[in-house]
């Protein structure tokens, strides 16, 4: 049975799996589907994605697991399995949230600021692209199969421009059907579909 560990969005928000994944019947879904579902949490206010991976590392079983990760927590599912190439066999980024904008960034600075973020802190969330927290040479060095799914319809958060980015770099990514993200009012009548989607690339 193919282990699946979720990993949810969020950045510096009151987000967790609960709210990411298992309110919206994702992880009933994909259990359904016969995998070995679960979920991790994110540190609360982690300073860098670095520290995120290493906290994530230690959720994970002995045995190598595909990894989906949603919105931001793309950026610490990709870390993830930079620092731990053995543990992940693949991957799977949901609705990766975008890097590198200023007018998304000018609206954290001041927002994380306020919750504490140092310069330094700051600079180590927000840095990097297309991801937050690796660059295009970084994301390059990816052995593991990729599977991207878009946000549909797009958003300031989560633009098109990002999964095409991924798609550039990764020559092993497949782009997967999109839809909204999990936790959008949205999600339930995508949520089948969705499960089906990532059932299929995982048992490929």
Request: net charge neutral; charged share 25%.
């Amino acid at each position: 049975m193919s282990t699946l560990l979720l990993v949810p969005g969020g950045l510096w928000e009151e987000m967790d799996a609960e709210r990411f994944w298992r309110r919206p019947g994702v992880v009933a879904a994909l259990q359904r589907r016969g995998f070995d579902v679960r979920t991790a949490e994110r540190p609360h206010r982690a300073p860098s994605w670095a520290s995120e991976a290493d906290h994530l590392a230690a959720a994970l079983p002995r045995h190598p697991v595909t990894v989906l990760a949603g919105s931001n927590g793309c950026s610490a599912a990709v870390r993830l399995a930079l620092q731990r190439p053995d543990r992940v066999e693949r991957l799977l980024l949901a609705w990766p949230a975008t890097a590198g904008d200023d007018d998304i960034d000018a609206r954290l600075r001041p927002a994380l600021a306020a919750l504490g973020a140092t310069a330094e802190v700051l600079a180590a969330l927000l840095g990097g692209r297309p991801l937050r927290g690796s660059h295009d040479s970084e994301l390059a060095t990816l052995t593991q199969p990729v599977g991207v799914l878009p946000a549909v319809p797009d958003n300031a958060v989560h633009k098109r421009r990002t999964v095409d980015a991924l798609l550039r770099i990764l020559p092993q990514a497949t782009e997967l059907p999109g839809c909204p993200e999990a936790p959008r009012p949205e999600f339930p009548p995508h949520l089948d579909r969705f499960a089906d989607a990532v059932a299929d690339y995982i048992r490929r």
